[in-house]
């Protein structure tokens, strides 16, 4: 998931705080006005979706303005190593034990377990300030909005995992 990484980290060149610099650093606006209302637009998107994500962990929803910068990068990252995996995509032999799981699943998967762990006490009172999303939201949010994952999975249509209205960026 290297991909997913680099994607991520290039990502933030596009979002709510980084996208007002450029390459030396200096604040410019390059995105016009009608852009950048849109592009607000989109991430409002992510906020909300973040601001109603039922966190069980929790018992409580989370804020979306606190962790948009990440989310953002986030949808970018695993967007890009999507789009780079099926460029090189070629006929893949099947890992032992997985043989009933296609390649566009296992992509999926091995993305989810990078997240994959539990939380104590202070993992919990820290993430409430935390600017990176929790775990599940970083798994399940973002991938709900991938049609990829849907079709992967074969999500049914105003499924959780792949809900009517689909948070996107680009």
């Known amino acids: 998931m290297v991909g997913q990484i ?14 007002q610099y450029d390459s030396d650093f200096n604040q410019v606006n390059w995105l016009n006005s009608e852009d950048l209302r849109e592009y607000g637009n989109r991430q409002k ?10 966190d069980p962990s929790f018992g409580r929803n989370l804020k979306g303005t606190t962790t948009v910068i990440e989310n953002v990068a986030d949808m970018l990252g695993i967007k890009t190593a999507w789009m780079a995996y099926k460029d090189i995509k070629g006929v893949q032999p099947s890992i032992i034990g997985f043989e009933d ?11 989810a377990l990078t997240w994959c762990s539990s939380y104590d006490t202070h993992a919990l009172s820290r993430q ?3 600017v990176h999303g929790v775990k599940n ?34």
């Not at 399940?140 to 996107?168: D, L, R, V, W, Y």
Request: proline share 7%.
């Open 128 to 130: 409430l300030k935390a």
């Open 6 to 19: 680099i994607g991520h980290e290039i990502g933030h060149a596009f979002d709510p705080q980084n996208s």
């Open 137 to 170: 939201f970083r798994v399940n949010g973002i991938h709900s909005n991938m049609k990829e994952f849907a079709e992967a999975f074969q999500c049914p249509i105003g499924s959780p995992m792949n809900p009517k209205k689909k948070c996107t960026l680009f």
């Open 45 to 54: 998107c992510l906020i909300d979706q973040y601001d109603n994500h039922d």
């Open 101 to 111: 799981y296609s390649p566009d699943k296992l992509f999926f998967h091995l993305r």
